[in-house]
């Protein structure tokens, strides 16, 4: 997972939405959807839906979310296009639990389908990610527009996405929602051991860009090339390229590892 710095709201997207709160059938609609009976919150949301997101104009919102992510997918970093087939249009606070969230642009994340549109083999299981598998879950607290919640973000040489420990959130919470809301390490056991990947194989692509990233970085440092100049290019232009490579979190945390150690022992000596 990356930080997103969301931006303002476009034009066109505000102006609907300033259409949509005029209609007399806006105040109908209660406001707190989360503390209702479970069939009347769905019947209600079924309306919000379908009465005033699905109104709002998509492809602009789509382009405006690839703009801010970078083109990847707001939890595993898969790359994503503006096309309703292959990108929803994500609601970090559930449609279905408040109506003003429903339609507030700062709400909506870029996500791909989490496997829920890839082919399978016979006799594969689909084990689904990312939006597809949080679906309705409102109690998910790690949140990729957080920049200091971001930062608690590791990954490790078997492709593993893990959360440090931090004073302000508590390290088993995020990481329950990286593994169990987010699926974002694939089937685990008991031991947290991954047993099936993704079916968009999300373990394996980290597990192969962190090795090749640090391949890149032992080479450099046997031969006496790898330096913190070279390490803040290669980190500049992963964070400022407007279509980031897919992954690009597991690249950027290889090369930051290797900085800071560089920069430590300078430092030191």
Same mark, same amino acid.
């Given at each position: 997972? !990356? ?6 709201? #476009? ?8 259409? $949509?709160?005029?209609? #007399? ?5 209660? &406001? ?33 979310? !690839?703009?801010?992510?970078?083109? !990847? ?39 791909? +389908? ?15 990610? &990312? ?62 051991? &991954? ?6 194989? $999300?373990?394996? +692509? ?10 890149? &970085? ?7 090339? $790898? ?37 430590? +022992?300078?430092?030191?000596?």
């Amino acid at each position: 997972m !990356l930080y997103i710095e969301k931006g303002p709201c #476009p034009e066109e997207v505000q102006q609907k939405i300033t259409q $949509l709160k005029a209609r #007399p059938s806006w105040a109908s609609i209660p &406001c707190n959807l989360g503390a209702l009976p479970e069939h009347e919150r769905h019947r209600w949301a079924n309306k919000l839906r379908k009465n005033f997101f699905d109104e709002l104009p998509k492809k602009t919102i789509r382009d405006a979310l !690839l703009k801010e992510q970078h083109g !990847l997918c707001a939890y595993c970093m898969l790359p994503i296009e503006n096309d309703g087939d292959k990108m929803t249009i994500e609601h970090f606070s559930p449609l279905s639990r408040d109506k003003e969230k429903a339609i507030d642009y700062y709400n909506f994340l870029g996500t791909c +389908k989490g496997g829920s549109d890839v082919a399978l083999g016979e006799g594969e299981e689909r084990v689904i990610c &990312c939006d597809a598998k949080k679906g309705d879950n409102d109690s998910m607290v790690i949140d990729p527009r957080n920049e200091e919640m971001m930062k608690l973000i590791t990954y490790d040489s078997d492709g593993v996405i893990s959360v440090r420990e931090s004073e302000t959130w508590s390290q088993q919470i995020l990481q329950h929602d990286l593994d169990a809301v987010l699926f974002l390490n694939g089937k685990l056991d008991e031991n947290h051991i &991954c047993t099936q990947d993704t079916t968009t194989e $999300l373990v394996k +692509k980290r597990r192969d860009l962190f090795k090749d990233t640090e391949s890149l &970085c032992l080479e450099r440092q046997e031969a006496g090339t $790898l330096t913190i100049d070279f390490l803040d290019e290669k980190i500049r232009r992963c964070i400022e390229a407007e279509r980031r490579e897919q992954m690009a979190g597991v690249k950027l945390f290889v090369l930051q590892y290797y900085r800071d150690r560089l920069a430590a +022992k300078q430092n030191n000596g």
